[in-house]
């Protein structure tokens, strides 16, 4: 059973930078898509950025510009690159892979941007 543990969030000012890491308890990401999701207060799951197995990335327009996901050297992380966070940006960060699979959503990492 693959598990996805998120880690990296915190409290950051407006403007600040946050870097998230994804870790897969077994190599996944040499056969998957992979995407990094949010959830905001109230607000259902958004797909924030995802990256193919090419290495293809794609962004909402919420977040063009200011994250970059990327895959590490190791078969087993994905990290999103966060700068010139803004408020709206606050909820909890899930990665995933692309589509979602059910039973691979995790607890997640909470992301707070508040002065």
């Known amino acids: 059973q693959v598990q996805l543990v998120e880690s990296g969030g915190g409290l950051v000012q407006p403007g600040g930078s946050l870097r998230l890491s994804c870790t897969a308890s077994?190599?996944?990401?040499?056969?998957?898509?992979m995407g990094w999701y949010r959830q905001a207060p109230g607000k259902q799951r958004e797909l924030v950025a995802r990256i193919t197995l090419g290495g293809s990335t794609n962004y909402a327009d919420s977040v063009k510009g200011r994250f970059t996901i990327s895959r590490g050297n190791a078969r087993n992380t994905v990290y999103l690159q966060m700068n010139s966070l803004k408020p709206e940006d606050t909820a909890v960060y899930y990665c995933?892979?692309?589509?979602?699979?059910?039973?691979?959503w995790g607890q997640g990492t909470q992301v707070t941007v508040s002065s």
């Open positions: 995933n892979t692309y589509p979602s699979t059910p039973q691979y």
């Open positions: 077994g190599s996944i990401y040499n056969i998957y898509n």
